[in-house]
């Protein structure tokens, strides 16, 4: 028979790669890629995204310094 616990023993999946949930101030705030993120800033812009529609947020993006930078800003929806 079964027995019910409070938890997984292992690991759930892997952690985040990078800080998310201390952007999601509603700040505006400025990541450098090579130091706040890794990649394409296009490609770290769709992950952002997808990060703010898993904790029902909105996010607002700016690519700038000709892509050596982004500018995120996570922020309620309306409702």
């Known amino acids: 028979m079964s027995k019910v616990v409070d938890s997984f023993e292992g690991r759930q999946g892997r952690p985040p790669i990078y800080p998310w949930q201390s952007w999601m101030d ?3 705030h400025k990541l450098i890629r090579g ?3 890794n990649g394409a800033a296009k ?3 769709v992950g952002a995204h997808r990060t703010a529609k898993n ?3 909105k996010v607002h993006t700016e690519i700038v310094d000709d892509g050596a930078a982004i500018l995120l800003e996570f922020y309620q ?3």
């Open 55 to 57: 904790y029902n947020l």
């Open 77 to 79: 929806p309306e409702e």
């Open 35 to 37: 130091e706040d993120f």
């Open 26 to 28: 509603e700040r505006i």
């Open 43 to 45: 490609s770290f812009r």
